[in-house]
Each structure stands twice: as C-alpha cells, then as structure tokens.
C-alpha cells in the first residue's frame, strides 16, 4: 500500500542556521492512525509545521499523495485536515458560519454541507451553539469547533496536535470515535499527545521524538523488542527511552 504521507530525511527549524528538527523520517499509510510523542521541546509542533507547509525544510522531503507544497501548493493544502492546539477563530463568525466557510473553502455543496455538519452538531453536543460566537463559548466548545471543521471536509489526511486538551470526557471519546471511523473509512491521521494511555489504546503506531530527533518508531510490540521491555507500557517504553537519553 502506498504512503499516504511521507517524510523523509527533513531537517529544518525557525530559521536556516538553527535546526530544531533533525534528519526526521517517518510515513503515514491510510488506515491507519499514528501517534507522534516527546516531551515539550522535542520538535513534535516543528515537524507539524513543516508538514502543513507553514516553514520549509533546509533539508529532505514532504509529500501526501505523492505532491510536495512546493511543487502544488493548493492540491497539497487541500489533502489534510488539521486540527490545531490552540483554537484559530473569527470573533464575528458564528459556529454554523465557520463550518460552512470550511465547507465553502474546500469547494462542498451545500446540501452536502448540511449533510454532513448536522451529525458532527450531534456526536460533539453542540446543536444548541450553533448560531453563537465562539467568544461566548469554553476553552473545550472552541477545541470541538476546530474538530468538526476539519471532520467536515473529510480528508485523506488528518494532522491533529494535542487535540484531547481541554475536552471534557464525552468531547474526547466522540473525538476518538470519530477518527477511528475516519480510519476505517481509508484516511491517515498523525496525532501529537502527551497522554499515553490514550495513544497505547487508539494508535496503531507510535513515533518518539527527543532533542529533535526520531529514537524510536513502530508498532507496541516493536517498540518492545526494540528496547527489550517485554510487556510493558508505551508508557515505560517512553520514559525509558527519554531518560536514558537525557543528559
């Protein structure tokens, strides 16, 4: 099966001569869903960047569906979905406005709009807010509306950072149910966490980042024999490696 993203070789940061990034390579297939995990600092928000195509490598080579953002940026923007850390809005738009701006932008008709924006409404609890401003809502209801417009548009790819802060527990568990459908339904989604439990029970694989690079990368199971703790959690499997890298 061919990749659905692909990251090879990439180093890059905030500015040429400093890299925060470091010869990182790792792909995505559909079907899956990928869990990239470090500790804060260790380059997970810089490499999400440089996948969206917000700051350009010094070195290596992005692609989803085998395009680049400098070879067809707009065919590349249009191949993911991502769900932000920090809610982006606009104080003037309601909630109903700027999940049909999302449907606008990526060219849905409108009776596919509604199609699709009622049932997200529903699983996410948000029916009632729906003609509101996002300044009225919580920290967790602005969290849900950067979810449902990028659930709305349906892509190949999904990029999510963190998505589970702020979300009360039914938010998390729909957020969940969703993209596990997502997955099932052929689309590759990249989830940065800081929450393990959650990525051992949800992600079917498991990148790990320290001081800018990739130490480790595989399946649970991999990761075991790869670090020869047999049995344990990604958990221990992560501190273990964290701390016996730590200087």
Request: glycine share 8%; aromatic share 8%.
């Amino acid at each position: 099966m061919p990749n659905l993203l692909e990251v090879q070789g990439v180093t890059g940061g905030y500015s040429a001569s400093h890299s925060v990034i470091k010869d990182v390579s790792f792909h995505i297939q559909p079907q899956e869903i990928v869990a990239l995990i470090g500790l804060n600092g260790a380059g997970k928000s810089t490499t999400i960047k440089h996948i969206l195509g917000l700051l350009e490598p010094t070195k290596g080579v992005i692609s989803i569906d085998g395009k680049t953002f400098q070879t067809d940026p707009d065919t590349y923007r249009f191949s993911y979905g991502y769900i932000p850390e920090s809610p982006i809005y606009y104080e003037e738009l309601t909630l109903w406005e700027h999940i049909e701006l999302a449907a606008m932008s990526h060219g849905l008709e409108h009776e596919v709009f509604v199609e699709r924006a009622m049932p997200l409404l529903k699983e996410f609890r948000m029916e009632k807010m729906k003609d509101r401003f996002p300044q009225q809502f919580s920290k967790g209801m602005r969290q849900k509306l950067m979810i449902m417009m990028a659930l709305l548009i349906q892509p190949r790819l999904y990029i999510v950072d963190e998505p589970i802060l702020g979300l009360d527990p039914i938010g998390i568990r729909s957020l969940l149910s969703w993209l596990n459908r997502c997955k099932e339904q052929g689309a590759g989604i990249l989830m940065s966490t800081h929450i393990l439990a959650t990525a051992e029970k949800y992600c079917d694989r498991f990148i790990i980042m320290h001081k800018g690079e990739i130490r480790a990368q595989g399946t649970l199971e991999e990761l075991r024999r790869i670090t020869g703790l047999s049995h344990h959690s990604l958990d221990d499997i992560y501190l273990h490696i964290v701390e016996d890298d730590s200087e």
